[in-house]
């Protein structure tokens, strides 16, 4: 079965940290572009953070504070967030594409270019 499955969400308080994962089962990371996506509750989906062979990109919101990374061996895709903001309350989703990296992941993050999709982690930031 061809599926992606994130992990790691959770309940911290504003400043704390998080680190998600979404492993891929049924079929290979390399050569895909991976994103990571969020939905809060009543807003759109919006992307959060994208990787390719070797670039990276963020949204503007989480520069400096999130970081993402592939962990090849574990067929996996980390994303660990510092610095968490009540903001940052969403759902995660991770997504993998096979379109150019022009096109799913810079200059924006586009939901688009991804064609498989996790089934969302729930990352609560609250005091």
């Known amino acids: 079965q061809l599926q992606l499955v994130e992990s790691g969400g959770g309940s911290v308080q504003p400043g704390g940290s998080l680190r998600l994962s979404c492993v891929a089962s049924?079929?290979?990371?390399?050569?895909?572009?991976i994103g990571w996506f969020r939905q809060a509750p009543g807003k759109e989906r919006e992307g959060v953070s994208c990787?390719?062979?070797?670039?990276?990109n963020y949204a503007d919101s989480v520069k400096g504070r999130f970081t993402i990374s592939r962990e090849s061996a574990k067929n996996s895709v980390s994303l660990i967030m510092n610095n968490l903001k009540p903001e940052d309350t969403a759902v995660y989703y991770c997504?993998?594409?096979?379109?150019?990296?022009?096109?799913?992941?810079?200059?924006?993050?586009?939901?688009?270019?991804?064609?498989?999709w996790g089934q969302g982690t729930q990352v609560t930031v609250s005091a």
């Open positions: 997504a993998a594409g096979w379109k150019p990296y022009s096109t799913a992941c810079a200059p924006r993050i586009q939901e688009g270019g991804y064609s498989r």
């Open positions: 990787i390719g062979a070797y670039s990276t």
């Open positions: 049924g079929f290979t990371l390399d050569g895909a572009v």
